[in-house]
């Protein structure tokens, strides 16, 4: 990476996030001191006190905004990216990923994350809602050293090996196993708050509802409250977690979860399809976080997630995530926010629900709320971190810039963008991708490491996955691949 004293970004398209839209700002300058924005408006005025900035980076023909933030994301599972796409929802883990995970090792997981990351960093996401088994080696080797900022958290669960012989009949909980992943969760936390000159931050993330007891599901939240952090939970993702919810306890996940006090502003919950629309009222009411894929549940379940329904029902804190690359095959905010917006247009009938502007800022500095780091990130603003990105905008597919009626920037970036447009990232004051080169990582390498392992883990679990004899197995058996 590239560390200055001081940045200026000059003569660009600001869309800083401040204010209720997109804070838009023509011929706008932001500069950079250390980690620290410390001024943003006109060029002229922005130059006049630090036009002799160490770094400057001429931004005219660009959008200068916050890096984007990707608030529920596994990046270790890009290994298997297009190998769990288009199956029923209840083979999905257990058919179709579990002879491919069963194989991977923690080393494996490093290289599935740096080609993750490596992936999202280009497209413009400068912070990681990650979580994940294996986290702590994961951290030191790819988010500290990679420069992104992370929110990281080790899953908790009470799942091994032997847990899920049939998705009809209740999980097997290990309690050795729960007792070993919450120890590993929360010395993630402590071991890794502040971390990267402050860039890491780590929480605690209980799995689901429906891959722990209620009293280790209760322990998690009480620590999480004595730690100080959030909780980060998968919720109502899918029939086969309805269908162990039931049996387990008679009653959806929502209900369960706020039966024994589980839902407040405290968590940030993931996915939450499975759901009646009162139950998505009900987590509104409660200040719940919503984290919302939209790209990989419209491929893994079919539906869309209630993204518009839960802002409309009053719903605070909100963030989209792109989960994993064999849910939805990518690792790019820009997509993701394409997606969010067309599927909750269609399932609402109403093109008016989560327009551009709004999509823009879920991605940004209200992603950066519901993950807890509002205040540190999310907007171009002084005393914020320097987080920002530029997109060249000087390209076909995103021609022409129009100033009046409508600036049409934020539009053509969430409808039209497709991420190679990025061109610059700064994270924390620092330049880690230049001219759309990587700076903190041999993008050769990363290429190269994953696909070796990918082949290593593809081939060990071919046979099982065929045996399977899943919907894809079987697709693959008629020669359709």
């Given at each position: 990476?590239?560390?200055y004293?001081?940045?200026l ?19 706008g ?26 770094h400057?980076i001429?931004a005219?023909?660009?959008?200068v905004?916050?890096g984007f ?14 190998e ?11 058919k179709?990923m579990?002879?491919?995970?069963s ?20 497209a413009?996401?400068t912070t990681?809602?990650e979580?994940?088994?294996?986290m ?7 988010f ?5 900022r992370?929110?990281?958290a080790?899953?908790i ?7 899920r ?15 070993a ?8 936390v ?6 990267g000159?402050?860039?890491v ?13 209620k ?16 909780a980060?939970?998968?919720?109502a ?19 369960f979860?706020?039966s ?28 719940v ?19 518009g329904?839960?802002?409309?029902a ?13 849910g939805?095959?990518?690792?790019n ?7 969010a917006a ?15 502007w ?8 209200e ?21 920002v ?6 390209v ?28 610059d990232?700064?994270?924390?004051g ?6 759309k080169?990587?700076?903190t990582?041999?993008e ?24 399977a004899?899943?919907?894809?197995a079987?697709?693959v058996?008629r020669?359709?691949?």
């Amino acid at each position: 990476m590239e560390k200055y004293e001081s940045i200026l970004i000059k003569n660009g398209i600001l869309l800083t996030m401040q204010g209720e839209g997109v804070g838009s700002i023509i011929d706008g300058a932001v500069a950079i001191e250390g980690s620290d924005i410390v001024a943003v408006g006109k060029t002229a005025d922005v130059v006049k006190e630090y036009g002799s900035a160490e770094h400057i980076i001429d931004a005219k023909g660009k959008a200068v905004l916050p890096g984007f933030i990707d608030g529920h994301i596994h990046t270790g599972l890009s290994l298997v990216r297009g190998e769990a796409q288009d199956v029923p929802e209840i083979e999905w883990m257990l058919k179709t990923m579990a002879p491919f995970t069963s194989y991977l090792t923690p080393d494996h997981s490093i290289k599935g994350s740096r080609v993750g990351v490596l992936e999202a960093l280009k497209a413009g996401t400068t912070t990681f809602g990650e979580i994940g088994g294996n986290m702590t080696p994961v951290a030191e080797q790819v988010f500290v050293p990679s420069g992104v900022r992370a929110n990281l958290a080790d899953t908790i669960n009470q799942i091994g090996p032997e847990s899920r012989p049939d998705p009809r009949k209740p999980y097997i909980f290990f309690e050795d196993i729960g007792e070993a992943k919450f120890k590993s969760g929360v010395e993630l936390v402590e071991k890794y708050n502040g971390k990267g000159d402050g860039r890491v931050s780590a929480i605690l993330s209980p799995h689901g509802a429906d891959m722990m007891d209620k009293e280790l599901l209760l322990r998690v939240k009480e620590n999480a409250k004595e730690l100080g952090v959030l909780a980060h939970i998968h919720v109502a993702q899918g029939g086969r977690e309805e269908l162990q919810m039931k049996m387990r306890y008679g009653m959806t996940t929502i209900k369960f979860l706020d039966s024994i006090g589980y839902l407040d502003d405290q968590l940030i919950a993931a996915h939450c399809h499975q759901t009646e629309d009162s139950e998505v009222e009900q987590l509104a009411k409660r200040g719940v976080r919503y984290a919302s894929c939209p790209a990989s549940i419209g491929l893994i379940d079919g539906i869309t997630p209630p993204l518009g329904l839960f802002l409309q029902a009053g719903g605070k804190h909100a963030t989209i995530g792109s989960d994993q690359a064999p849910g939805n095959g990518h690792h790019n905010m820009l997509v993701e926010m394409k997606v969010a917006a067309l599927l909750n247009k269609s399932r609402h009938r109403d093109p008016t629900v989560l327009p551009s502007w709004k999509m823009m800022r879920l991605a940004t500095i209200e992603g950066a709320h519901a993950i807890g780091l509002g205040d540190k990130i999310g907007s171009l603003e002084v005393g914020k971190k320097a987080d920002v990105i530029l997109l060249d905008l000087k390209v076909p597919h995103m021609t022409p810039i129009i100033y009046r009626p409508v600036l049409n920037v934020a539009p053509n970036i969430v409808y039209s963008a497709r991420g190679d447009e990025v061109t610059d990232v700064i994270v924390n004051g620092s330049v880690i991708v230049k001219d759309k080169q990587c700076l903190t990582m041999d993008e050769v390498k990363v290429i190269e490491d994953a696909q070796i392992v990918a082949t290593e883990i593809c081939e060990g679990a071919a046979d099982g996955f065929l045996e399977a004899d899943g919907w894809l197995a079987r697709e693959v058996k008629r020669g359709l691949y």
